[in-house]
């Protein structure tokens, strides 16, 4: 099974810029594995931000986009807001049929 | 307003059975795919499993770690979609999210269930 990986953890000021990065196992992830990243704050269920790359939710703030980044999928929070400060998941898939999690990056706002 | 509900978690021993059932509202049921995802405490998500929408065939794919344990089901005039988890160990606590997308079942999330597997 492909592993997935993202940084432990960031930190960003408020009103800063953080990238978060998703990679896997098999190489480079391309648009073919729809990267999703999720928020999860503590005691709450987690919530999608951006689905398949690029694409922000009617709920997801502008501030939250999605690319790919050499070789990566990447999360960027420009603008950083305390309550930004959550734990981001990323999603890839593989082949359609198996999805794997990241490990999640913890971001403090600080 | 989509809506998520899942029951059926709950204290149970190594080696019996529990189903968890995924109320949804909202949304169009039988044109999403639902999915099953697991949080373990203190710890990551974990994918479990999916269940196509009908028009695709309504095909199931599991993660290597419940397969053959572990089937996901859909009643579409009921809306709601099932797990149905045999054999339970006990790194098979956690918090069980139902998700639901019209693309890939990972759009919307339900507030979870715990179960939690221990004698």
């Known amino acids: 099974q492909a592993v997935v990986t993202q940084e432990p953890s960031l930190t960003v000021s408020p009103g800063g810029t953080v990238t978060l990065t998703c990679g896997s196992s098999?190489?480079?992830?391309?648009?073919?594995?729809?990267p999703y990243w999720f928020q999860q704050k503590p005691g709450q269920a987690p919530r999608t931000l951006i689905y398949?790359?690029?694409n922000r939710h009617s709920w997801t703030p502008a501030r939250f986009s999605g690319s790919l980044l050499g070789g990566k999928a990447a999360l960027t929070l420009s603008g950083a807001q305390p309550e930004d400060e959550a734990d981001y998941f990323c999603?890839?898939?593989?082949?359609?049929?198996?999805?794997?999690f990241g490990p999640g990056t913890k971001v403090t706002v600080l | 307003e989509v809506q998520l509900v899942e029951s059926g978690g709950g204290l149970v021993q190594p080696g019996r059975s529990l189903r968890l059932s995924c109320t949804a509202s909202?949304?169009?049921?039988?044109?999403?795919?639902m999915s099953w995802v697991r949080q373990a405490p203190g710890k990551g998500l974990e994918w479990v499993g999916f269940?196509?929408?009908?028009?695709?065939?309504?095909?199931?794919e599991y993660a290597a770690s419940v397969k053959g344990r572990f089937t996901i089901s859909r009643d579409d005039s009921r809306t709601i979609a099932y797990l149905r988890m045999n054999s339970l160990k006990t790194e098979d606590t956690a918090v069980y999210y139902c998700?639901?997308?019209?693309?890939?079942?990972?759009?919307?999330w339900g507030q979870g269930t715990l179960v939690t597997v221990s004698s």
């Open positions: 998700t639901a997308g019209e693309l890939l079942p990972f759009d919307f």
């Open positions: 909202g949304f169009t049921f039988p044109d999403h795919a």
């Open positions: 269940i196509s929408s009908n028009p695709f065939g309504g095909t199931t």
């Open positions: 098999t190489g480079a992830v391309t648009s073919g594995h729809s």
């Open positions: 398949d790359t690029t």
């Open positions: 999603l890839l898939s593989y082949s359609g049929d198996s999805y794997v």
